[in-house]
């Protein structure tokens, strides 16, 4: 079982920046993918960063570049930096976990992979 709980978001200009954290608690099993995604109204959930077990990271697309994704050594943290960030960027940012660690980067756009969500933290970019 994993929980977990985002915090970080806000409203910020275009061009700002915003740091989001996912503190996760995990009562049994081993770490499988983890990832960020993120969901506007009226369109479907999107991949933005996806974690393997071994430390790496694949960032979709639109994000690459912008936003770093980092996770603290015991591995009970993930951080997402967002810079430059854009009115299009403006989403509900999810936190997510599998129960599994197989062939996350491909994970990016399946998030029915994941079995565990946070609640989300909500990021506003105005132009």
């Known amino acids: 079982q994993v929980q977990l709980a985002e915090s970080g978001g806000g409203s910020v200009n275009a061009g700002g920046s915003l740091r989001l954290s996912c503190a996760i608690s995990?009562?049994?099993?081993?770490?499988?993918?983890m990832g960020w995604f993120r969901q506007a109204p009226g369109k479907e959930r999107e991949g933005v960063v996806v974690?393997?077990?071994?430390?790496?990271?694949y960032y979709e697309d639109h994000v690459e570049g912008r936003f770093t994704a980092s996770e603290d050594n015991t591995k009970s943290t993930l951080w997402l930096q967002m810079d430059n960030l854009k009115p299009e960027d403006t989403a509900r940012y999810i936190c997510?976990?599998?129960?599994?660690?197989?062939?996350?980067?491909?994970?990016?756009?399946?998030?029915?992979?994941?079995?565990?969500w946070g609640q989300g933290t909500q990021v506003t970019v105005s132009s």
């Open positions: 997510a976990a599998a129960n599994n660690a197989w062939n996350c980067r491909y994970r990016l756009y399946d998030p029915q992979y994941f079995a565990y």
């Open positions: 974690y393997d077990s071994d430390g790496s990271v």
């Open positions: 995990r009562s049994s099993g081993s770490r499988g993918c």
